[in-house]
Structures are given as structure tokens and as C-alpha cells.
């Protein structure tokens, strides 16, 4: 390799300012691969780890968890991937994973390679959102929270929910696009969802039947959600967006018995789960690397490709950055303040200085 240093997005401390650096370039261990960052996505949680102080616990930190670009280096014990193979991950909250960096590793179970014809920029708006709707929907690991239904890869799985009403809020985000189209594939019916009118074509597209305008009210949503529904109990709902309205909102449409799968912090208070105890709410983490996610992690990446060939997964729309890594921190201000139907992607190899 020509140089044994990178340039990398560097979150110094705590609640620190974001800083483009040098780094070393990390080797693989035996079941690793180094890959050639080519497009990283922007998520939330990049954000809230700067400002809450989150789920990094060790500084310096390089932060990404979106990444597409090609394999330059593999471990002895991999047989899965060779150098120059394109594919696509999810990135880790340590330095080595990160994908805000030129250089990454990763554990080559848990890369999916890019079919022909798909860009390193659409495939990299993918691997957080499918995880965290993959790892919310389908984790069977007696220690994490889902909702532990079959997944798609098991032939039941296919069948098992056909005709069943799905309730996703905020169905624009990446995860919201990502739910909708595993619903689909799960044949759930209707499929319900809430976004801005003008991305009701995008997520009928992908599979959505029924798209509410968000900013009804909560009395006028449960409303709408009811008469769609029609008398069939709603018991699956996943709140993509996870504020205290839109969680509301989806807890009060489930029917006793139902499941609430939400991405952030619960704002359900005890006395409205002793209401109706028999409802469920689980709060995903939505990372492959952990122990208790690995195992569906692993044969979620065995599938992705296979489906955006098939075009069962489609990616989101992606907006890209110029400056490379420098880009970072204005993008993720944007997606702070609100930013859906598209991703924010960056090609860290642009960067200068």
C-alpha cells in the first residue's frame, strides 16, 4: 500500500467538535477485510453520539456506519471475499469500523457483495436502515428485544403474516423505507404508513397501500388507520421516527396484543403500558456487531444482495456531498434538523488537505 496513514473524520472527545485527521491504516485480522471507503452514508445516531455523548465510551472516535468501496486487503481465514470484490456494511462505533474514514475493516460475514449495475452511493444508504429493521423484525436471540417474527429467508416467513395490517411511522426515513419494503415481501396487508403527501408515490412504490399525512392529528390518524384496517386487529406497528407524538400514535392504534418496535428512547410512561399490559414495545439497537444481533446479521447480509437483484430492497435516494469527510459535519446539521426520501452520502477518497 502506498501510505501506512488516511485521512479520517475524528470526533476528539466527548461532545467535541468534529476534525478532519490523519489516522493509521488498520490490517485485517484473520476473519477481517480492509476496505477502500469509496461512499459512507449519514445517519442520526452519527449526530446524537456528538451531541448526547452516546454508545462511545473511548476518544479519539471515528464514527460512520454506512459504508460501499472495494476490498484491498483480506485476513488468512477469509475464502468469502478477494481484493478488488465491491461491497457494502454496516459500519461499528470503533475506530477501525468507522466508516468516516478512507480505509475500514470489517468482518466479512457481515459485508454483502454489490450486484452489477448498482452504484457504491445507492448501496451505501442501506446497511443501517436494514438492520435496524431486519434486527427489530426478526432477531430470534432470547437476549435482545424484537418482535421475533420468521424472517423472509425461511420459507414460512413468507406466508406467515400474509394479509396481517402493518402500521409504520414516518415511512420516508431510511428505516421507514426500509420497513415498508420488508413488510411487503412478508406479504403484510395493508400496509400503513405516514409521510409528507408529496412522498406518497415513492413509498407506494415500494410498497406502501395506504399513505397517512403526518401532520394529521393523532385523533384524525387513529381514525384513518381504523377505518383502513377495517376490524382486523392491527397488531404490528414500527415507529421509524420515534418521538412522544408519533409513538403515541402507533401504540394507541395497536390492538391488544400488539407489538411497537421504536428506534429511539420509549416515551410510553409505565401507567399507559399497565393500561393494556398485553401490548409490547420494543426498542431496537440496531447493530450487527453485537453478540446477541450477529447471528441475523450474518444471514441478513446473506440475502441483500440476492434482493436488490430481485429488486425486492431498492435504495434510498442519495444526495451527495462534495469535500469528502470535510462535508460530514455540515450534513449531519441537515440531518439533525430534518431530512427525509433522501440520504446524505459522502466519497471519503475526495478528501483534501
Known sequence: MASLTQKALILPAKQGKFVVGSTIIPSPGPQEVLVRVESAALNPVEWKIQAYGVFVSSYPAVLGTDGAGIVEDIGSDVTTLAKGDRIFWQGFFEPQYGTFQQYALVPAELTAKIPSGFSFDEVATLPVAIATAVLGMY???????????????????????????????????????SVIQLARLAKFSPIITTASPRNAPLLTSLGATHVLDRHLSHSDLLF??????????????????????????????????????????????????????????????????????????????????????????????????????????????????????????????????
Not at 230 to 237: E, P, Q, R, S, V
Not at 243 to 260: C, I
Not at 304 to 328: D, M, R, T
Open 224 to 353: 384513518q388507520i381504523a377505518s383502513i384496517t377495517a376490524g382486523t386487529a392491527l397488531t404490528f406497528a414500527y415507529d421509524a421516527i420515534a418521538d412522544p407524538d408519533t409513538q403515541h400514535v402507533a401504540f394507541d392504534a395497536l390492538a391488544s396484543g400488539g407489538t411497537l418496535i421504536i428506534t429511539w428512547d420509549k416515551a410510553i410512561s409505565a401507567a399507559e403500558q399497565m393500561a393494556d399490559e398485553s401490548k409490547t414495545i420494543v426498542e431496537v439497537f440496531a447493530s450487527v456487531y453485537v453478540p446477541e444481533g450477529r447471528e441475523t446479521g450474518v444471514a441478513m447480509f446473506k440475502h441483500l444482495s440476492g434482493w436488490l437483484e430481485s429488486g425486492a430492497l431498492k435504495s434510498n435516494n442519495v444526495e451527495v456531498l462534495p469535500g469528502g469527510l470535510s462535508a460530514i459535519p455540515a450534513g449531519l446539521e441537515r440531518v439533525r434538523k430534518g431530512l427525509n426520501a433522501t440520504k446524505l452520502v459522502v466519497h471519503p477518497q475526495e478528501t483534501t488537505g
Open 139 to 177: 432477531n430470534h436471540h432470547p437476549s435482545f428485544k424484537s418482535a421475533h417474527f420468521i424472517p423472509p429467508w425461511e420459507e414460512s416467513g413468507l406466508t406467515a403474516y400474509a394479509g396481517k395490517p402493518a402500521l409504520i411511522m414516518g415511512g420516508a426515513s431510511s428505516v421507514g423505507q
